[in-house]
């Protein structure tokens, strides 16, 4: 619907001068230690919201407190330790 309006997609002067300007920096300006931290953080992160979310569905729903169990036990772990090398991380700068 907006797409059929001449220069819909054209910001107007007042866009343009009230709009941040704002500088993304290069991924190539960080460490290469800094990216591998950051990158192991991502997947603990992950690692542990998978298990607790799959965790707390299989106790929720079928009531398996073994495999769900295990499962939140696992993630909450995972939380723990991320939140620990996070800390070390941040304390090194």
């Not at 107007?12 to 704002?22: F, H, K």
């Not at 960080?30 to 992950?46: D, H, I, M, Y």
Request: net charge negative.
């Amino acid at each position: 619907m907006l797409d059929d309006l001449p220069f819909a997609d054209e910001e107007s002067e007042a866009e343009q001068e009230l709009a941040p300007s704002v500088d993304i920096p290069d991924s190539s300006a960080a460490s290469t230690e800094l990216k591998r931290q950051f990158w192991s953080l991502v997947l603990v992160f992950n690692a542990a919201l998978l298990a607790l979310s799959v965790g707390a569905m299989l106790v929720g729903f079928q009531g398996d407190w073994d495999a769900g169990g295990s499962l939140l036990a696992a993630g909450a772990i995972l939380s723990v330790y991320g939140s620990y090398k996070y800390r070390v991380y941040s304390r090194k700068d």
